[in-house]
Each structure stands twice: as C-alpha cells, then as structure tokens.
C-alpha cells in the first residue's frame, strides 16, 4: 500500500487558548490519522500523514466544528518532506511550556452553557460562580505574562485540588490544560461586608443581593473587568440613585436582560443582533427601544445599550429575584477608567451602595464591557473592550516592532508582532490624570504581555496630546525613531487596513477635531490617500470656536450664523426661542469675542453637529462628550422620507450658508424639530456624495473609505451606505476597530509598517 504524504497545516486566528488542540487532537484520531498539533506563531501547527481526500475532511471539519470562542482567519496547507512512518499516532504536543512559540492572549469569554450545567450537576462545582473550562471563562483579564499558563495569570495563588488536576490532565475533559479551572475548594471566592457581618457564604450573599435588588438598593459587584454598579432598572428611584452616584445626569446605562426573549419586549432585534448579543463575546449592543423601562435608564432616547448575562453570578441574580432587566455601569467617576479596587469609594458611597460583592482574584488588567451597533448587515465596534482584546487583527504587512500611542480623548494602544496588530481595550479620555496613569498601566502591561520591545514609535501630529507627549518621552529615553502621523490620516489608515486596501482611496473623514498639516484643526475631510501619504482634497469651511471645548454647542451656534449673517443689515437672525433660551447678554458677549477675531478656527463636523443640535433647540449644554450629536440623530430617528436642503458641493471649501439659511427660514415657520434634525442628516449625507462623486472624477480613485468619530451616528452612516450604494459607489465602513478616535493607533502603525516597507 502507498504511504500517505504528511501535509503541515497552519492555523492562524484565535486558536491559542480556546481548547483548539484538544479539539484537533479528538477530530485526528476520529479519522484515524497519524500526526501532530502544537502552537505556532500566531497560531496552530499541524502535520499529519493523510491522503487529499482525508487532508480535505480533515480541513472541513477543522472549518465547522471548531470551538466556539475560536476564530480562523487563515488556514492553509502545503506537503513536507517527512515520512508517514515518522508518527506512530496522532499526539498533542506540549510545546507552550517551553518553546515560546504562544504568541495570543484570548479575550475574555462568557461563561458557556456546559458550564452553567456543570454547576447544577457537579458536587465540588455546585453553585460555583467561577466555574470554567478550555471554552470559557476569564483570560485577558487575568494574564500577566506568556505562555498563557496558571503560573503566568492572578490564579497562580489558588492552586488545583485533586480532582480539578485530574481534569486538567485529562485529554479527553473539556477542562484539558484549562488555565483558569476551579471549584469550591480551589476557589476563588466572593465576600461582603454587610452591617458589620463579614459573609462569605455564596448562597447567603446571594439571596442578600437578590433581597436588596428586589427593594430598590444599589449593589456594587467586582466583576470580570473591574466593579460595576447594579439595580433594578425598573426602578426610577433605583436608577436615580446611580446618577448621583456617578454624577451623570443623562448619559445612558446599558442594561442587562434576563435573557433574549425578555430582552425583546423592550428592545426590536434583527438577526445579526441577536447573533451579537448571544454569541460569547456579550457585547452591549445598540438597539431601537421598543419598551420602557425606569425613564432616567437612558433619559427619554428612542435606543437602549443592551446585553446578556456572561457571568454565572449575573443568571443567579436573575434567577433569584426573577426581574427582567438589572441596570449596570462601571464603578467609576464620570471620564474616569474603571475601578479594580473600590475601599475608597466604598467608604465614600456608605449608605447609597447597599452592598459591595467582592472577590479575591485579582484583576491584572481591566476592561469594559464592549458596545457595537449594527450598520448595514454588520457589526460596527463603537467600544473595543472585554470580549474582543486583545484578539489579533491579521494584516497584510509586516508590522514587527511598532509601538502606536493612538490619540487623547479616545485613548488606545495598538502593537505590531508579525503580521498582527495587538490593540488595547478602551483606555477613555487620557486628558483626566487618572485615566493617563491608566493608559501608562496599560502600555507596560500589553509590553510584558506579549514580551514586546519596540523598535519603531508613531504617534499623532498633535504635540498637544498627552499620548504624543509619552512617545517624545519613549523616543528620547531608549534612543527609538518616532514618526508623527496626521490625525485624519490615522484614521482613514485604520479603515484601509481592516479591509486589506492598497490602492489610494478616497476618505470621508468627520469627527471632532484634528490638528492638520497646516496648523489648524480640521474635522470635515475629503483626503486623497494610501497608506504612506494623505493629500487634503476639500474640507468643511473652518468656523471660528468661542470658548473652547464645546461643552456648550449653543456657543457654536452662535459662531455658525454670525461667521454667515453678521453683515446683515438686521444682525445676527437668532430664532426668538434660541434668544430666550440662552439670553440676549450671554449672546452678545460671545459675538463681542467672535469681532474680536482672537478665536481658534476648526473645520470640524463635530463642531457642526453641535450647533444644529443647538439651533433646533435638542441640546444647548451638554453633559457628556457627543452628547449633542447623540441627541441630534435620536430627533431625526421619528421621520422617514426627510428631503435634502440645497447645498453646493463645488469648490475645496464647503460653506453651509444655505444650510443655516433653510433652517432658520423653517424653525420661523414651525416645522417639527424632528424633521429638521431628519433633513439635516440628508443633506449631509447628500453633500458627501455629490462631493465624491466629484472628487471620484477628479482622481479616478473609486473606491471609498468613512471614519471620524462622526459616523458612530448610525442614522448617518446608514444613509450615507444607501446613497452611496444606490450610486454604484464600493464604499467601506469601519467594523471592527471603531470609526472614533480609539482607532487612531491601528491607523497609526499600518502608515508606519508601510513607510517602513517602502523605505527597505
């Protein structure tokens, strides 16, 4: 009989740490193949004698039967010169241990369903609320270092019992080489303090939790990622008292629902919705509301941020009081990173939290929960956090060595092994002191993680910024070439890189602010780009800025129709409600400031969002960042068929004159603000068309990126898609790095990666 080749398989994507091997091993001996499986770089290796028929059964099955936490992003094949008799049988090899061949750290995962069984079932696991195995449990958020082992995670102080070692060891257990494995004996725990008792039964904290919940008390649980905040969120006094707590008037909170079929009598799904919401990642998850629950949730908005319980201590709560949604935020102050350790609030907050649940496993590195919508069919990442980091994004370039400080007030990381970009999880706004010692935290961590030594710095053109500031201080200190990359570039890098573009696009680039090449901040771009260089095609007009940051979008308001009518005959034509509103001496004193001409001028479309968002009467101040524009899409979100006003899109420079002529003419004559804000968003998703399809015949580029804080608008998005596509225009729309700033770093290091593989 002839022999058999041996074919060497490589299996790259999220394979390492997710049970990949196990499963491998058991589909091998199935077939009755001979071989091997062990950890590659950035993947799994396999090398098995097989006939092409029994190669490709092999490769099918390996496609879709794999674990579900795992993820194949390549999976390809070649034959070898070793002989079938070289292998006896099929064998798992334990390489991790010493060859350093693990290169990923999964992300956190769900708790999975055999799990939930388990502690209904098993003896030592019976109630357990941290039970896991090789498909689930905690994982980035516990990892110190590599090769992902126990030693290696904050479990490292609980050793195994007798019975969890002897599943650990078995090839043929679900808990095979499962690091973050227990039970009751092994641990961990939780425990409170309640009036003065110190409990550490589970059960009794348990039915306390479920008995506080039930009366309308806040509770604080440490969690995967850090402490979070829970009530009942049918329970407006309940709700009312987190907002103070957190000092948030209106900021939504996400909401957890009992499961997906409570979840749909408050909220409408579509199917790749619910495939979010359900699948192990548990995101939060932007939906239409449909129900109404305790009114200060999510303060009158027509979408609710919604999830699925992940942890076993999140189906227990429901379980035991039987309320169909639980109100959750992080335990933290407003812009501040999550907590991981909370004495100092706990004391703070005495008498407003009616109980703190924690529990002794240490959080190495924090995250928060994840939040996604849905734009056109797909998932668009708003939030990239527990469930996705530090998940590797594959590329079609050498990234080796890179190190991206990302941008500021959406802080990030990414790094550059191999093939694969590495991102952090969200890091929030690095301008507050506490969240910048975070970001620093993070970066030493990611380089201890994943034994990452930079060779090559990139950061963003803005010195302002305190990441820039970190990567001057890197480059100086270790002697590194540090390379500035324009903020809007950045961003239109990162959309390229998601979908493997090479060519020169154009890129539809609107977010808030960005320092751009001739000093001055831009914000509404048309770029003509690859990934080594931008050219500046056409941008919004720049409009003066009274008074800096735009905590108050009536002031831009107000620069907007001054910067258009301030020679008119009759003045600045303020509506009479806008007048009323903020006051003819606040007013005044903004356009004295404006005749002064000491202003910084922005191109910004955030800045444009935030004075129609004002000029309509939605949001004059606003107390969380976007707040504005978020409320602005939400008034639109009523109409249908909304027309587009007359805007001109000749010329580099866009003037929205008309624009602020027709809404003025219509706010006289009583047109609904929900229509408004409805055309509003038309005419700017017609305006970006009619001004590529000029610029398309202009270049002859055609394909089409978007970016920019500005499309987290899924009203926007959708209705620049439809338009684009209805014209016959590919267009591509940032799905897993977010279109806001906290994707500035992937699109930093690809404009690194490829001036560096130009210049070799």
């Known amino acids: 009989m002839a022999k058999n080749k041996v074919y060497a398989l490589t299996v790259s994507g999220l394979v390492q740490g997710v049970g990949f091997r196990p499963f491998i091993h058991r589909i091998a001996n199935e077939l009755g193949l001979k071989g091997t499986v062990s950890y590659a770089h950035q993947g799994v290796r396999l090398f098995v004698a097989a006939s092409p028929e029994e190669r490709n059964l092999l490769i099918n099955r390996i496609r879709t039967e794999h674990p579900f936490a795992a993820h194949i992003t390549r999976l390809s094949y070649e034959s070898t010169d070793l002989d079938e008799d070289d292998f006896d049988r099929f064998t798992l090899l334990y390489n991790h241990q010493t060859s350093g061949e693990e290169t990923q750290v999964p992300p956190d995962i769900a708790v999975c369903p055999d799990c939930l069984r388990d502690r209904m079932t098993q003896p030592h696991r019976m109630s357990n609320p941290f039970v896991s195995c090789a498909h689930c449990g905690p994982r980035y958020s516990i990892t110190k270092s590599l090769p992902y082992e126990r030693s290696q995670t904050t479990l490292a102080d609980f050793p195994l019992c007798s019975t969890c070692q002897e599943e650990f060891n078995d090839l043929r257990n679900r808990r095979f080489l499962a690091q973050p494995i227990g039970c009751n004996q092994c641990g961990p725990h939780y425990y409170a303090t309640y009036k003065e008792k110190t409990m550490t039964d589970y059960e009794e904290l348990l039915r306390l939790s479920a008995h506080l919940l039930l009366k309308g008390e806040v509770i604080a649980c440490k969690g995967l990622g850090g402490y979070y905040l829970v009530c009942d969120a049918t329970q407006e006094s309940a709700v009312e008292k987190i907002r103070r707590l957190k000092r948030q008037k209106r900021k939504p909170f996400a909401v957890m629902f009992r499961d997906l079929d409570h979840l749909k009598v408050y909220a409408y799904t579509e199917p790749m919705e619910e495939q979010c919401l359900t699948s192990w990642r548990r995101p939060i998850v932007l939906l239409r509301q449909r129900g109404y629950l305790a009114a200060s949730v999510n303060s009158g908005m027509h979408t609710l941020g919604c999830l699925l319980p992940y942890l076993p201590i999140h189906y227990d709560w429901f379980s035991r009081t039987g309320l169909p949604a639980l109100a959750m935020t992080s335990v933290n102050e407003r812009n501040l990173p999550i907590r991981t350790s909370a004495s100092d609030l706990e004391a703070e907050w005495n008498g407003e939290v009616a ?351 978007l970016s920019g804080t500005c499309f987290q608008n899924k009203l926007l998005t959708e209705t620049v898609r439809k338009q684009f596509q209805a014209a016959g225009i590919r267009l591509y729309i940032p799905q897993r790095i977010p279109c806001n700033d906290s994707g500035i770093a992937v699109g930093q290091l690809i404009i690194a990666a490829a001036q560096q593989e130009q210049e070799a």
């Open 355 to 705: 109980l703190w649940l924690h529990h002794n496993l240490p959080i190495y590195n924090r995250v928060e929960d994840s939040i996604l919508q849905v734009c056109g069919g797909q998932p668009c990442m708003l939030r990239l956090s527990r469930g996705y980091v530090p998940e590797p994004l594959f590329v079609d370039t050498q990234t080796e060595g890179i190190l991206a400080f990302g941008a500021e007030h959406s802080g990030s990381i990414a790094l550059g092994k191999g093939e694969t970009i590495l991102t952090s999880p969200y890091l929030g706004d690095i301008t507050q002191r506490e969240t910048a010692r975070f970001y620093k935290e993070t970066l030493a961590h990611l380089e201890t993680l994943f034994h990452f030594t930079p060779t090559q710095l990139v950061c963003d053109a803005d010195p302002d910024y305190f990441s820039s500031q970190e990567a001057e201080h890197r480059t100086i200190s270790q002697t590194l070439p540090l390379l500035r990359v324009q903020h809007h570039h950045a961003h239109a890098a990162a959309c390229m890189a998601e979908h493997g573009l090479q060519e020169p696009v154009i890129a539809l680039v609107m977010d808030d602010q960005g320092l751009g090449e001739d000093g001055t901040e831009w914000g509404g771009e048309f770029l003509h780009c690859d990934r080594r260089r931008s050219q500046r095609l056409a941008h919004f007009e720049s409009i003066p800025i009274p008074g800096g940051e735009p905590i108050e979008p009536w002031r831009m308001a107000v620069a907007y129709l001054w910067h258009y009518f301030q020679e008119e005959p009759e003045g600045v034509p303020f509506p009479t409600d806008f007048v009323n509103r903020i006051g003819k001496e606040r007013l005044s004193r903004v356009e004295r400031t404006l005749e002064e001409g000491t202003n910084q001028c922005s191109a910004s479309a955030g800045r444009l969002l935030d004075a129609i968002s004002s000029l309509l009467g939605i949001c004059d101040v606003a107390t969380y960042r976007n707040e504005a524009a978020i409320l602005l899409e939400q008034a639109a979100l009523s109409e249908r068929n909304a027309y587009a006003y007359p805007l001109s899109a000749e010329g580099n420079e866009i003037s929205f004159r008309p624009l602020f002529e027709a809404l003025l003419h219509d706010i006289a004559n009583n047109v609904p603000t929900s229509l408004l804000a409805a055309r509003f968003h038309t005419t700017l998703a017609t305006l970006l068309l009619q001004k590529t399809r000029l610029l398309i015949r202009r270049t002859k580029t055609k394909q089409v990126v």
